[in-house]
């Protein structure tokens, strides 16, 4: 596949609509702000791949397009906003950071080609990627290359080369957090609804699992929503008929509005209404009357309208300032996955390596994702050997037609999906 980081590439998706705005910028021209020379002079290291005397380079690995590209719209974008900042500030350790961007539209097999494409013709020396598919993983970790992404697949806390800008993948865990958020609306019998990737069947599961613990009835479980067209008004029929006043929709943005949609039609009361990754405004104007009241959910990070958040003020700036929409449900979390990774390189020290990389970046109990995250991150062992799994999240819910954000985030316990036994809280 080719890259986009040539000039004149632009494509650019919004949210759930699939609509086209022009950007056209580069990995160094997202701000408008000359890069300087490099301020440090690069010392003479051995051979590594991806990296030279001025330069590293870097791989984006995403959908750009096929049937989940609303759920990653803006990745590319907020990763090449933070490397063009880091790129402003003279690259890391006097090396300018250069980005190819590889679209494996959800598809696996296209995955392996891209990333094979990658590491061994475009000798790239790590990935920043989000996916609803892992096949490329086995591959990189058999080179111990860099990754670091959307926390939503197994290698997120298998693989120790393997970094989740949110924490841990660990499906052993569920996190109560956002039972207790929609307990808080009202809700006590929910209906739990998640499309066949990894991330989203070990969601749904999780929640299913620990709605006992938190005095909650199960609804309905419906666990094989596909990712792309599926039939919205059945679904909405089964928790209509389930008697659920709660429903999590674990689905891809489109997915989420086309069922919401079909509740509304079919007039099923919702106290609490979750889509997963429901954080563009422009989402709520494809079905603002079925959307009223809903509780949005980012990928992870700090809504970028919370006051009083500093990186979250910088990142919503260097996005509007190059022309972008900040509100994209993955622009964030493309931003936080590019700060974790030039974290890893400023870690390697003037002489990166991959393992040098990996190895140090594994110590580190405080990851901020530049300030997007509500709480800090651990990558040292702890829940799981890989670090542990996010607890808290931040919600927004719709009321007369606009996000309102919650006034803070919200934090549950972590439990062991399999006892019912709280490991952190």
């Known amino acids: 596949m080719t890259h986009s980081s040539r000039k004149g590439r632009k494509a650019f998706l919004v949210g759930g609509l699939a609509a086209t705005l022009a950007v056209g910028f580069s990995a160094t021209t997202v701000s408008a702000a000359p890069t300087p020379a490099p301020t440090t002079k690069p010392v003479a290291c051995a051979p590594t791949p991806g990296v030279t005397d001025a330069a590293i380079n870097i791989g984006i690995v995403t959908p750009q397009t096929g049937p989940a590209v609303s759920s990653f719209t803006g990745f590319v974008e907020g990763a090449k906003l933070r490397i063009a900042q880091q790129n402003a500030k003279g690259g890391v350790n006097g090396r300018k950071l250069n980005v190819a961007v590889y679209d494996d539209k959800a598809d696996g097999s296209t995955q392996s080609s891209v990333a094979n494409k990658a590491i061994q013709q475009d000798n790239q020396f790590g990935i920043v990627e989000a996916s609803t598919v892992d096949t490329m993983m086995p591959m990189l970790k058999s080179q111990n290359v860099p990754v670091v992404g959307l926390t939503n697949l197994p290698a997120h806390g298998q693989d120790r080369n393997v970094f989740g800008a949110t924490g841990a993948f660990a499906p052993a865990y569920s996190n109560t957090g956002l039972i207790a958020r929609m307990k808080a609306a009202g809700a006590t019998k929910f209906a739990v609804v998640n499309h066949n990737s990894p991330a989203a069947q070990a969601a749904g599961a999780g929640m299913v699992s620990t709605l006992p613990l938190e005095g909650v009835t199960l609804g309905v479980r419906i666990a094989d929503a596909p990712i792309g067209t599926f039939d919205a008004t059945s679904v909405a029929l089964r928790i209509k008929n389930s008697g659920a006043d709660g429903a999590n929709l674990i689905l891809t943005s489109d997915g ?89 390189l400023t870690l390697a020290g003037k002489c990166p390596t991959r393992a040098g990389f990996i190895d140090n970046l594994r110590k580190q109990t405080k990851i901020t994702g530049a300030g997007l995250l509500p709480e800090p991150i651990s990558y040292a062992p702890g829940v799981t050997p890989n670090g542990d799994p996010a607890r808290c999240g931040w919600y927004l819910v719709v009321k007369d037609g606009k996000f309102v954000p919650d006034a803070k985030g919200t934090c549950g316990k972590l439990v062991e999906t399999a006892t019912g036994r709280v490991v952190a809280q």
């Open 256 to 344: 989420g509005v086309a069922v919401a949609n079909a509740l509304k039609q079919q007039g099923v009361p919702m106290k609490a209404l979750v889509l997963a990754g429901f954080s563009d405004p422009r989402v709520i104007a494809q079905a603002p009357a079925a959307l009223e009241g809903a509780i949005g959910s980012t990928f992870g990070t700090v809504p970028t309208s919370v006051p009083g958040r500093p990186g979250v003020r910088t990142f919503a700036n260097g996005m509007r300032a190059a022309g972008l929409n900040p509100d994209t449900v993955s622009g964030p979390i493309g931003f936080v996955s590019a700060d974790t990774f030039i974290k890893g």
